[in-house]
């Protein structure tokens, strides 16, 4: 028998999520942007439950909740979504902030923004793994755009102080991002009371399927899509939503 101990890379999906997801694939294969049928609509209530699940999980209203295909593009629509929705409305704020030990799905998609004119900050964490809140506090300045501070490591696993990262953030005006990828449906998230804008989370890391997360944006953020195409999710995100995958993603949270 197979002993699996590589939770943080990915977590076995649970039985009663495949279960959850089964009728999905092949019962009703509808898309839920038809609208003109029955099992269309049926698909939109079941990704509607779905939605829910995910955002009350976070403590959000359902429309906080952007579907993707994990925490990498979530992150990515973050990131590059805030950034470019700044210079699109001439905010004058351009620096970036962050920590070495972040995801490389963080790390990567602002090193690529800061190669097209977003100044970076990469701040070291200490020997315990959390970021200095003085340094922190420092590296926030008033060109200060944004801040991405992940929620628990992938590694080390050590949990950032987030309501004090939230607070200073609001002090100073900046956004602030978190990669929440290993802590939901693992220790409670309430995004309104850390004073997060925009957090990003993945199936597959709470028992989950593989290929579907999503972004949560407290209302108000302006974010540009990164991905276009049928007006799904808001126009942030087009394409055909993956109902078995999403309901699956709902499950998951509810189980958790
Ligand atoms: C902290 C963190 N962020 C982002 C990701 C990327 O998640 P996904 O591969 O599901 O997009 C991971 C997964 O390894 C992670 O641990």
């Known amino acids: ?5 590589d939770h943080h890379a990915s977590t076995p999906c649970d039985p009663a999520v495949v279960a959850a997801m089964a009728p999905w694939w092949t019962a009703n294969p509808a898309n839920p942007s038809s609208r003109l049928h029955r099992p269309s ?13 995910v955002a009350g999980a976070l403590g959000m209203a359902d429309e906080a909740v952007i579907f993707t295909s994990g925490a990498t ?16 409305r001439g905010n004058p704020r351009r620096r970036l902030v962050t920590l070495a030990t972040e995801h490389r799905a963080v790390l990567e998609p602002l090193a690529w923004l800061e190669r097209h004119g977003f100044p970076l900050t990469v701040l070291p964490v200490g020997a315990d793994g959390l970021v200095d809140p003085d ?4 590296a926030l300045g008033p060109d200060t755009l944004l801040l991405s501070v992940m929620a628990a490591n992938n590694e080390i696993g050590v949990l950032q102080p987030l309501a004090a990262i939230g607070a200073l953030c609001r002090q100073r005006g900046v956004l602030f991002h978190c990669d929440a990828a290993q802590a939901v449906g693992h220790i409670p998230l309430a995004m309104a009371d850390l004073g997060i804008d925009l957090l990003s989370l993945s199936g597959h890391k709470l028992y989950g399927p593989k290929g579907v997360g999503a972004l949560l944006r407290r209302p108000g953020v302006a974010l540009a899509p990164q991905q276009l195409g049928g007006g799904q999710e808001g126009g942030l995100r087009g394409g055909t939503l993956p109902v078995p995958l ?6 998951a949270v509810a189980g958790a």
């Not at 028998?1 to 101990?5: A, D, F, G, S």
């Not at 609509?41 to 699940?53: C, K, S, T």
């Not at 340094?135 to 420092?138: G, I, Q, Y």
């Open 1 to 5: 028998m197979l002993t699996y101990l």
């Open 246 to 251: 999403i309901v699956g993603l709902g499950a």
């Open 73 to 88: 593009e979530a992150n990515n629509l973050a990131l590059r979504g805030a950034a470019e929705a700044a210079l699109e």
């Open 41 to 53: 609509l049926e698909a939109g209530a079941a990704v509607d439950i779905a939605r829910h699940r």
């Open 135 to 138: 340094r922190l506090a420092e």
